[in-house]
């Protein structure tokens, strides 16, 4: 996770990560992926969006995207990596209709 801190703090693009799920809430066990909340400046998703694959930074066995949101600045880059481990990144700007609030469960944890 570290690693992957890193590689979102170098980019201008991206505002912050939030990571969520069970990594986030405590109950991860050895078959848990890894769920990332990843908000972009507003003007700059197509940028960010385009250098998804910079985050990869124990490289990638596969990766795979689903796009069907890309009108209204959503995303999800998925990719499996060297060490078996799947890393789900959602991209989305903020607007007033995509905020970062909670719906129940744990708190999400900002990437460090």
Same mark, same amino acid.
């Given at each position: 996770m570290a690693a992957i801190a890193r590689r979102l703090d170098a980019n201008p693009d991206l505002q912050g990560a939030l990571l969520v799920?069970?990594?986030a809430s405590g109950n991860a066990d050895a078959?848990? #992926?890894v769920d990332l909340l990843v908000r972009t400046? &507003?003007?700059?998703?197509? +940028?960010?969006?385009?250098? =998804?694959?910079?985050l990869h930074a124990t490289g990638a066995v596969i990766s795979w995207d689903e796009e069907s949101h890309l009108e209204r600045?959503?995303?999800?880059?998925?990719?499996?990596?060297? #060490?078996?481990l799947l890393i789900e990144a959602?991209? &989305?700007?903020?607007?007033? +209709?995509f905020g970062w609030r =909670?719906?129940?469960g744990s708190s999400p944890a900002p990437v460090t």
């Open positions: 799920g069970s990594l078959a848990s #992926d400046r &507003a003007g700059a998703f197509s +940028a960010a969006w385009h250098a =998804r694959s910079d600045e959503i995303a999800t880059h998925r990719w499996v990596t060297d #060490d078996l959602l991209f &989305a700007v903020r607007t007033a +209709a =909670r719906h129940g």
